[in-house]
Structures are given as C-alpha cells and as structure tokens.
C-alpha cells in the first residue's frame, strides 16, 4: 500500500511494553528484551519491516539505526526489483499466450529488429519456428519499395502516436517470394524497451481475386 513516512520503532524493553503484553510469550519463548524495526518503503510502498532483536533491555543509538536504515534501504529495492521482475516475466508469459492463440500474424521489433513472431506470422513468412526470426532485422522482411514507408510509419509512432490504421505492403518470405499482407501497427513496451507491434494479415488472395476482376 502506499505510505507517507513511515518511521523506525524502538522497544527499550518489550516487558515494559504494554502495548506489547500479547506477544510476551512469544518473546519469552525466542529471547527476545528489546527490538526495533524499522519498514522497508520502495517506490512509496510499505513492503515490510526489518527486525533487529536485542536479549536484553537495550537503548537503539542513533548510528545503530543509521546503519539499520541503510541495511532497510537496500533490502526494500531489492525485493521491489525482485517483485517487478516477477510482474514482467508473468505479463509477458500473458501476452506470449495470447498472441500465440492470435488467429493472425503477430511480430514485435525494437531497434530494427525482430523480437517476437507469433506462430502465424512464422508460417506467413516462411519460417518453420518463430527461432528463425528473432534478432533478424525487420527491413529483411520488407519489399524495398515499402522500405520509405516502414519508415515513416515507424517516426509517426516514436513522435507520440500510439496506434496507426492497417495500410497495405507487400512482405518478402524467407525463399524470396513476395505476399501482400495488411499491417496495423502498435507502439508499446516490451521487456523493458521501446517496441512497435505488427499485427500482419495475408490478403495474397484477396488481392489476386480484386486483380482477377479488374482485368474482367
């Protein structure tokens, strides 16, 4: 929960206590005569408290809660960072399901180059595993006529715009071959990072049909 300021407490002498006299016997029973704890706050959160216990009536100085502090301090931004780790790992394990599911092609690209194919958008580009996508550049994939284009769409979402409608190109497979695919692109975050995702449909039929019946 968040917290203003929360600050050290120190018992000189838990038997004294009675705000403590519930928990007596538990001191009793661990040896406990004086404490202190002091909480550990990250990022404005309350995320628990370091004890320090002392056998015997004991006067917490100054520079003993000093160095608890800063003992406190680096404890707390280690299991925040813990914590976030954990909360990346499972909303990319969330994602990862979810894309994988997609019924079209996914492909995620920071920094020019590929990230994440969906299984979808492996088998549109010919590939037999998203294995042999990942760290190739994304331009790989891209017919050179659309190079000015995969470009500026690119600027448009590093200049603020978090989404761009689906517009027509043309994409180059693993063997060479070329398809028509319509793409919708996403600004987002990924593992840390700036990154665009595709969103990559195969209209290769749809276009050959309206081709078809234009030459009717």
Request: hydrophobic fraction near 45%.
């Amino acid at each position: 929960r968040d917290v203003v300021d929360p600050q050290p407490i120190a018992v000189f002498d838990v038997e004294r206590d009675p705000a403590l006299a519930t928990f007596r016997p538990i001191f009793t029973a661990e040896r406990i005569r004086s404490l202190a704890f002091l909480p550990l706050v990250a990022e404005r959160r309350l995320l628990g408290k370091f004890m320090l216990y002392w056998e015997s009536p004991h006067q917490t100085s100054d520079e003993e809660l000093r160095l608890a502090r800063t003992i406190a301090s680096s404890i707390a931004v280690a299991i925040a960072r813990r914590r976030n780790e954990i909360a990346l790992r499972e909303s990319e394990e969330r994602y990862r399901r979810l894309v994988e599911a997609c019924p079209v092609g996914v492909l995620v690209h920071s920094e020019g180059r590929i990230l994440f194919a969906n299984p979808v958008a492996s088998h549109l580009l010919g590939a037999n595993s998203h294995a042999e996508l990942l760290g190739r550049p994304i331009l790989d994939f891209v017919h050179p006529g659309y190079h000015d284009l995969f470009h500026a769409r690119v600027r448009q979402l590093r200049d603020g715009a978090t989404q761009l409608p689906a517009v027509e190109k043309r994409f180059v497979r693993l063997d060479g071959s070329a398809i028509d695919v319509e793409v919708t692109r996403i600004g987002f975050t990924f593992r840390g990072r700036p990154a665009v995702q595709m969103v990559v449909r195969d209209i290769t039929e749809r276009k050959r049909t309206e081709e078809a019946r234009r030459l009717l």
